[in-house]
């Protein structure tokens, strides 16, 4: 269905129409590859600035633009949003890609989540530096649902069926015994899969050190993967559908689903 949603936008032929909504806002868009379910698209920002003449200031309308990628093709489902001046950050192209297509998704009682992927190195480094503190006084999971299957296969059936059965998105809470620290040991699968399982799907995971505030894993670490500049330069050119989306499909193949 998000294949649908996806092709509605990039081959509308009307400019007057050719926006997301997000908060009130209009933010336009421009739409370069349709192929092969990967949607390449820039996404335009509204800003003033100032310019200056003869000791006179005014004010211009600006709209800086960001590069998107989509990968929708089966078992993939991987947005890439470049980092730029045009938005002071990527989470808000998040929210605007994610507002609109949820409010088209409504209507067929589905949704979406989109959310950074992160390094599950930083679990264990704030695992450690709290352990050499007080311990660990609690931890929570939280699980996507529904999800990518390979992402699911992580948590195993027990929490895919219960999210399923109450239409709900499980947590895992990890509560230290007898006020002692939990304990959560590197060479523990479960444990692996499931910081595995968050860090893919983008959901920070939470960790009460004692005597310490909340520390929400996930937002220090964001994955960022570079694109070769010739790739994305003069999108429009007639070379596009060759050697310029060919560079944008190996770029997409080496995002991996979880990285350490």
Sequence with gaps: MLGIVLDDYACEQNEL?????FNGETFKYRSFINQGDIYVMRI????KTKLEADFNVSELDNHPSCLVIIDNRKDRQIIA???NIAFSKSSMVADILQNTFRLKLL????TLDIAGKFHTAEFWQVRNESMQFKGIESVDFPFAYPNLPAISDLVGDYFTNLARRTNSE???HLQGQNH?????????MWI????KACAA???PILIKPKGSQVKKIGVESPVIEEIADVAVKELGSSDLFDSKFNLIVEFLNRIKLVYE
Excluded: M
């Design 107 to 110: 209507s067929h009682r589905l």
């Design 180 to 188: 002692e620290s939990v304990n959560l040991d590197p060479n523990d």
């Design 201 to 203: 799907s983008g959901k």
């Design 44 to 47: 335009a920002n509204n800003k």
């Design 17 to 21: 129409k050719k926006y997301y909504q």
């Design 192 to 195: 692996l899969n499931a910081i």
């Design 81 to 83: 949003i470049e980092r």
């Design 170 to 172: 499980p947590t895992l």
